[in-house]
């Protein structure tokens, strides 16, 4: 279970990769650009889904007796991701 859990940590915080990706993109999007502001955003969240609900979908049909761990870790690590990334903005400023 000890491995359920970080291997769900792990994902939690690589599932936030695609947001820090779609704020990056949105900021240096101009206003003639295909994607947007808004696309480039809402692609990140997609993506962001798309890992969690991948890696949950796998965990569920392949290692049952450990799936709620394993999702409940994904969800802390996404979670603390956000708050450490927040953080981190607040004290650069």
């Keep these: 279970m000890v491995v359920a859990i ?3 940590l792990v994902v ?3 599932s936030f990769a695609p947001l ?3 704020m990056n993109k949105a900021r240096v999007a101009t206003p003639t650009s295909n994607l947007g502001h808004a ?3 809402l692609l990140g969240v997609l993506l962001s889904f798309v890992i969690l609900g991948g890696a949950m979908i796998v965990c569920a049909l392949f ?3 450990v799936a709620i761990p394993f999702v409940l870790a994904e969800a802390g690590g996404i979670a ?3 708050v450490a990334f927040g953080i981190s ?3 650069r400023k």
């Design 6 to 8: 970080v291997v769900g």
């Design 12 to 14: 939690g915080v690589g």
């Design 20 to 22: 820090i990706f779609g």
């Design 39 to 41: 696309g480039s955003l």
């Design 63 to 65: 290692f049952r007796d």
């Design 80 to 82: 603390a991701a956000a």
């Design 89 to 91: 903005k607040n004290l």
